[in-house]
């Protein structure tokens, strides 16, 4: 079983082309799947498109009512899965869903125990229309992470793991959007790769990326390198 959790916050409009995508990449494989949405309490229907199209795919939407945030819905939708091998994607279309049977592939030869999805390794690329300034908002932090880990794009959110290699919930300490840094960093892999990806823009929806969050990510790395220097988190 292959569980893809997909943490959403007002993304109605793209939960039925996410599912879509999956289930193409999925197609003629011999794998069982599911898709968990992880939901903030859109209240924008996405409740209702996912019990469409749980008719048909093997859908699933889990509404959180009080918490908040990318990465601890990612945290919990792992937790709750019920796959052996666990993808974690964003919902707006930037992760290619064609990727998927690599990345597994990566985790079931041994080759990888954890698989990135990766704009910044050889074949990897991103958005032509990308302007300067975002283009840098990328790499920079990119950047200021790489001495925690030897990953390429550590700021990537598209990753697989083995559930069983989910590092324990007490040792994390989330804030914001980059969860699988961290879930690097405080997990013991050995074997991490990296697979290209072209990173697209989003189609439908509003970005979610503000001050604040780029803020929690500042925070977030300091809480990091204490770790990695043993100082408490």
């Known amino acids: 079983m292959i569980s893809i959790v997909v943490p959403t916050y007002k993304e109605a409009e793209n939960l039925p082309h996410v599912t879509k995508a999956i289930a193409n990449a999925f197609a003629g494989r011999d794998w069982r799947y599911e898709i968990l949405f992880i939901d903030d309490d859109s209240q924008d229907g996405s409740e209702e498109i ?24 990612v945290i919990h939708g792992i937790e709750i899965s019920a796959g052996d091998i666990v993808v974690v994607m964003d919902a707006d279309l930037s992760h290619p869903a064609s990727a998927i049977p690599e990345m597994v592939e990566r985790l079931q030869t041994g080759q990888s125990d954890f ?5 910044y390794v050889e074949g990897g690329t991103i958005h032509d229309d990308w302007s300067l300034f975002r283009k840098l908002n990328s790499i920079i932090p990119s950047l200021l992470a790489r001495p925690l880990c030897h990953l390429e794009d550590p700021m990537s959110g598209f990753f697989a793991i083995r559930r069983s290699d989910m590092p324990e919930s007490s040792l994390l300490s989330p804030i914001g959007y980059k969860i699988a ?13 990296e697979v290209p990806i072209h990173f697209a823009d989003r189609q439908y929806g ?8 780029q803020l929690n990510f500042l925070r977030h790395l300091v809480r990091l390198y204490a770790y990695k220097l043993g100082a408490p988190s």
């Not at 469409?52 to 990318?70: A, F």
């Not at 840094?181 to 892999?189: A, S």
């Open 50 to 73: 996912c019990a469409r199209l749980s008719e048909t795919d093997p859908v699933r939407i889990i509404v959180r009512k009080g918490e908040r945030g990318l990465a601890t819905a």
């Open 115 to 119: 698989v990135l999805g990766s704009r």
């Open 181 to 193: 840094l961290e879930i690097f960093v405080k997990g013991e892999f050995q074997q991490a790769s």
């Open 206 to 213: 509003e970005s979610k990326l503000s001050l604040k969050e």
